[in-house]
């Protein structure tokens, strides 16, 4: 385990949605927090997937951290689990990363109102119920970093496997993070979207074979997809001591898919 500078001195915990998925986003950014030296709290609807990762991120770096089952689309659930990460022996919370999501690559005509209210429920109030869980203690420990994930289909429309519900529910994101931005700004908490273009993970899986793979990385001009990583390492960067001024912004990882 390495400490780096960026990381806050005392620990923190970073609270991570999403985090099971073994090649997800959600999962590489917590080990990116826990090898700078955060605390973390992975939370997932897998639950069992969830306490695994945690285990696997202990055993590998050192760090305390905590496995919850946890529905974003539920604010029931997405508050019993903050009170779990109160519970358990953590550090006080001072980054969140609210990376939990999924894809909606239905055709417009085809999208009923069941996939319309779900793809929204997950990408963008599951966002809402997390920031409103884990903001007060943030703002009481004096120490807040919120990361939020849209997509470059928010910024230029969906593709083939994140159509309309996923754009609409992505550039959503982008104005709760620039309102809540502005808000919370007066008590030192940060509040940042990440807008990765194609990030090579299992979120297409069942819709997509390696022919397409290829096809994404080629319409890349660096020709080739993000790793879960990339995207790790910049919300962990986001939520560094160092990036403190920065808010509200929409921070593009796309490898020049979309310029602006
Ligand atoms: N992979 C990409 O190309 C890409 C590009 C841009 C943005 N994103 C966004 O990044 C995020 C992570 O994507 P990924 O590629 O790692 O996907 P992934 O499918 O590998 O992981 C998503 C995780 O979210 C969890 N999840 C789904 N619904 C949930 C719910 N209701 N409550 C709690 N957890 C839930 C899943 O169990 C899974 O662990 C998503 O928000 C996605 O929209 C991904």
Known sequence: MSHRTTSPDPQRTAVVTGAASPRGIGRATA?????????????????????AAAEDIAARTGVPTL?????????????????????AEL????????????????????VDEELWHKVLDVNLTG?????????????????????????????????????TPYSAAKAGVLGLTRSLAREVAEHGVSVNAISPGVVDTDIRAEDSDEENEVRLSESVPMKRQASAAEIGALAVWLSGTEAGYITGGTH???GGAYIA
């Open 31 to 51: 080990l990116r927090y826990a090898d700078e030296g955060w605390a973390v709290a992975l939370l997932d609807l897998d639950g069992d997937g969830a306490r």
């Open 67 to 87: 496995g919850v089952a946890a529905d974003v689309t539920s604010r029931d659930s997405v508050f019993a689990a903050a009170e779990s990460v109160r519970s």
């Open 91 to 110: 550090p006080p919370v001072g980054a969140l990363a609210t990376i939990a999501g999924m894809p909606s690559p239905v055709p417009f005509l085809e």
């Open 127 to 163: 966002t809402f119920f997390t920031c409103q869980a884990f903001l007060q203690d943030m703002i009481d420990g004096g120490y807040g970093r919120i990361v939020t994930m849209s997509s470059v289909s928010a910024q230029q429309g969906g593709g083939v496997f994140s159509k």
């Open 252 to 254: 593009n990882i796309n």
